[in-house]
């Protein structure tokens, strides 16, 4: 079967079976053709909560999944690759992380949406990288212990230098990797190009782009800058999706080494077998999860993330 047919079977199959299909924009460019929404992590699980269909393949990696079914419980929730995990997400636990909070217990702790559902439970408030400087800023606390990012919380401290700042060393194996050598590089090479970067690349990177922002806030300001050229300091799928959709654009990675493997595991063949039933993971989460963990997240929306 071609890649076509096996995207028309998909599209027809979904339809027929009432399914909605979620793709992250980290997935590979023949995912997102199928998929129903596409967007950043949060984007999507806001998107599952409107859908009409009963059914939602989660094309991304567990958390996702995960926060999808915490906002909308009564769904059957299938995450499309069982072995996709986040690595930063796996970091940190709940006994980890409660041992820590009896440290700093005047310290709210505000986790990243790039956590276990299970740690979500014993957290104050959940941001997304493109909600964390505007909801911590409207939080009442002055302490704060941001958790797992160290690269995303630097970020968010500094924006807010009237709070206190309490970091731990986690964060995103795949973005850490960025060095500012990649940047003085790749400036030289692109003089022309605007620099955009994901706040989990490591501050020194931060500091020199153009622009910071979440998956989506990256894709939404290239698409809208007069700007003809652009460094992208995220995974490299970014890059392909944008020079698609932008031809007239030019797009160039910030490194080569920006690659997700977890992100890239999940094929149209396991979306199929999902679909037909023999595949993906059905997420189950105990009651306990389902009924704490979805607090954090409700904070984020009440504080308007
Ligand atoms: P977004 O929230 O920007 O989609 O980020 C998710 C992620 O895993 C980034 O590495
Ligand atoms: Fe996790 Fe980093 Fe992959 Fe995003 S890019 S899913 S944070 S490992």
Do not use: W
Not at 35 to 41: E, I, M, Q, R, V
Not at 99 to 127: F, G, H, R, S
Not at 190 to 216: Q, R
């Amino acid at each position: 079967m071609t890649t076509r047919e096996l995207q028309d079977k998909i599209i027809k199959l979904k339809q027929e079976n009432d399914i909605c299909i979620l793709a992250h924009s980290y997935q590979t460019h023949d995912i997102l053709e199928v998929a129903d929404f596409t967007g950043d992590s949060y984007q999507l699980s806001l998107k599952a909560k409107e859908a009409p269909q009963k059914t939602v393949i989660m094309c991304g990696v567990r958390f996702m999944a995960e926060t999808v079914k915490l906002l909308s419980p009564e769904k059957k929730v299938i995450l499309s690759n069982p072995a996709a995990g986040c690595p930063m997400a796996e970091q940190m636990d709940k006994e980890s992380i409660t041992q820590i909070k009896e440290l700093y217990p005047d310290y709210a702790v505000v986790a990243y949406i790039n956590t276990t559902a299970e740690l979500k439970t014993i957290c104050d408030v959940c941001v997304t990288s493109s909600s964390a400087v505007k909801i911590v800023d409207k939080m009442p606390e002055k302490n704060i212990l941001f958790i797992p990012d160290c690269n995303l919380g630097a970020y968010v401290a500094k924006k807010l230098p009237e709070k206190n700042f309490k970091l731990l060393q986690g964060g995103c194996p795949i973005h850490a990797r960025v060095a500012k050598e990649d940047v003085i590089r790749a400036k030289e090479s692109y003089p022309d190009a605007k620099l955009l970067v994901h706040p989990e690349c490591m501050p020194e990177v931060v500091n020199l782009a153009d622009f910071v922002g979440s998956t989506s806030a990256i894709i939404e300001f290239a698409k809208s800058s007069r700007n003809k050229e652009f460094i992208i300091g995220t995974e490299l799928a970014i890059v392909q999706h944008l020079q698609y959709e932008c031809p007239d654009k030019s797009f160039y990675p910030l490194s080569k080494n920006l690659i997700c493997p977890n992100m890239k595991m999940t094929s149209l063949i396991d979306v199929l077998n999902c679909i037909e039933g023999n595949g993906g993971e059905d997420i189950q989460l105990d009651d306990d999860i389902m009924e704490n963990a979805v607090k954090c997240i409700d904070k984020m929306i009440e504080y308007g993330g």
